[in-house]
């Protein structure tokens, strides 16, 4: 029998969603759930229904996990804790300073109602952590660094929005070359933030707003731009959405360590991604995770989980037998 | 109370791991077992006895974890199921053609003796192992493609040194440039052995061997050589030892695969290592996962495992709250 999955919420994560189960073959989409009219709301595919979020718990046994595609500002602090006590959940909950106390409600949820969740699950947070986790456990003595880009940020491009006289942003986060160049050899530099990334913002102005007004603000914005070189451009709406809609993004994790009895040996691990689809990507590991949260619930291990504590074997839909015969 | 590690073997990697246990707060070394005559094995770690293997089963009470420090052609598929029954064991066993059969052995016998094996554990098989695992996971539309070098290859240097007339060779397996950067693009390249990798090999010749005859020889070698454009380079013994004794290394992992309504887009994993020294990064991953052979053998989770069983959070000696606030 395949693992029945549901989706709260059908944006880009949501859609991301129901293409990975696509790609699956034990995995079957039963139920999309909205807090629009669903009648607006068309998915890709056929005989599946979509549903006001008000009927939701009516499906706790009908659906095996709900995948929470929402957005961590608002939705999921409250949404996960609320769905974990009936369904095993996976979200992608990505605000850091604030992960303990997402965890705990969470997990509290989750153990009230036997269920498994598993949150934090994307790129980053998710792939990017497991590689700092396993590439600290090999090499204790090292540096981490993490380099974000060029892609676009969400959080950045809001934060243009709320200028009085922007009608409409998209900022980039763009790597510095030198110093991934620099991390990459080996020579173990200490970055300050504006020497690892660089700021590019696309703006479009409302009538009468004065250009050298916004570029000040938003250059001097602090926590935002204030540590960065950016650079920002004001262009028409029509030019900012037929270029720069694009959903492409990148990273690079690294972890530089030294070994030897004189610690004179380096070794460098890397792990990048390159994305034409940063909401298809980060579903794609929702999905893995989501047969993971399924295996782990049949094993009556319940609770809030993180990436660090799964078997990568629950993952895949490969049996052990074929994983050592094909991958190791 | 720190965890006893135990090595048998004091080359490359029984050097290795009692480096890497220096790197750990949770970690002793308690004992080193050799074949060789004891008095001749001088190792670094202080107050530590060097013993022959022969006395090895008086430590069964004494070390929480052995390290097989062996071979995978003649030593580990002995050594691992024969210790396995004795202690928590953790081999590097790399030959891939017969995994199936070393992972039965070493089950069946760390069952019997109620303890906790995890063989394979390395950067490939090992680290390589869980990128394929995870990124199958994550894009199961996509092609894997595995590069190595550049570095020396053990079993090629043998091969050559087996021929009559060599006295002495070193093999180095390097990538092909163009290969990697086509894998990099995203353009799903199909490649053939000898696309993707090209040999380089520095051989001291016995005298009045005729260095043509061991070229073509060489060149010809079946399995080696013959599918792979080969440089051969004749070097006396003094030449050879000064300018290739290193042991650095260096791989690439990339899954290249698609996604969306008609997988319309592309995306790119790449994970590498470049190491100064390949045995003392092996024995990096190696006491990572003996750190986590101890705890699972506390949980009572006994019989063989592999990478792809363990949960990261086992590998690290953070709490699970420190790997929650530092690394996702």
Not at 94 to 113: I, L, P, W, Y
Not at 150 to 166: E, F, M, Y
Not at 197 to 202: D, G, I, P, Q
Request: proline share 5%; hydrophobic share 40%; with cysteine.
């Amino acid at each position: 029998m395949k693992t029945r999955i549901g989706i709260l919420g059908y944006g880009n994560l949501g859609r991301g969603i129901e293409c990975a189960i696509r790609e699956t073959n034990d995995m079957e989409l039963v139920a999309v759930f909205t807090r629009r009219n669903p009648q607006t709301v068309s998915i890709l595919t056929e005989d599946v229904p979509v549903l006001p979020v008000s009927e939701i718990l009516d499906w706790t046994d009908k659906i095996d996990v709900l995948m929470l595609c929402g957005g961590s500002a608002k939705d999921l602090p409250v949404q996960t804790p609320q769905y974990a006590k009936y369904f095993n959940v996976i979200d992608s909950f990505d605000t850091h300073a604030n992960v303990s106390q997402h965890f705990a409600n969470v997990d509290a949820a989750a153990k009230e109602g036997n269920k498994t969740a598993i949150i934090s699950v994307g790129w980053d947070p998710g792939m990017f952590s497991l590689i700092r986790a396993y590439s600290n456990a090999i090499l204790p003595n090292g540096s981490d660094y993490t380099f974000w880009g060029k892609g676009l940020s969400q959080g950045h491009s809001d934060a243009i929005r709320r200028i009085p006289g922007v009608a409409d942003a998209r900022q980039y986060t763009i790597p510095v070359p030198s110093a991934l160049e620099s991390v990459r050899n080996g020579e173990h530099p200490v970055l300050t933030t504006r020497q690892k990334h660089t700021r590019e913002a696309f703006v479009v102005l409302e009538e009468n707003a004065d250009p050298k007004v916004i570029e000040t603000e938003i250059k001097l914005m602090p926590n935002y731009f204030s540590d960065y070189d950016t650079t920002v451009h004001f262009i028409d709406a029509e030019t900012l959405s037929r270029e720069h809609s694009s959903m492409a993004h990148a990273g690079f994790v690294f972890r530089s360590g030294t070994t030897g009895p004189e610690h004179e040996h380096n070794h460098i691990i890397e792990f990048s991604l390159k994305l034409d689809s940063n909401p298809e990507f980060t579903t794609g590991v929702m999905i893995a995770f989501a047969r993971a949260a399924k295996r782990l619930a049949d094993m009556g291990q319940t609770g809030c989980k993180t990436v660090f504590d799964i078997p990568p074997a629950l993952l895949c839909e490969q049996s052990p037998e074929e994983l050592r015969s094909h991958f190791l």
